[in-house]
């Protein structure tokens, strides 16, 4: 997913240094960021913060589809109690009440740039 109204970014790493339905974290203005790219390669970042358990994990996560709605939706499981959250939004599949925050991502020549926090829809 590619996003360019943010101007301060922070670079993370090159596209290919993420494994495919994998995640990495990263130290993103002070925040530790979970930065995700998917199977048909589109890149997404979220808090790491796991809200359920406490624990900053959510970048080791599973990464996949679930279909909501007649749409497919990419999330990533948190490892520890498995709830779902959308990668593009931040809101949990699991939880209606349940949301982290997604950040802005622009991919310049084959690196990740991570923006600021995005405004919950």
Known sequence: MTD???PATTVV???ERIVRESGVAALVEGRAVAVFRTHDDEIYALDNYD???HASVLSRGIVGT???EDVEVPFVA???YKQAFDLRTGQCLDDADVRVA????????????VGAPR???
């Not at 997604?102 to 740039?113: C, E, K, L, Q, T």
């Open 66 to 68: 679930r279909t909501v």
């Open 102 to 113: 997604s950040y802005a991502v622009d991919v310049r020549d084959g690196v990740i740039h």
């Open 4 to 6: 360019t109204t943010s």
């Open 78 to 80: 948190s490892p520890m």
């Open 51 to 53: 809200p359920f358990s």
């Open 119 to 121: 405004e919950p829809r």
């Open 13 to 15: 790493c090159a596209v």
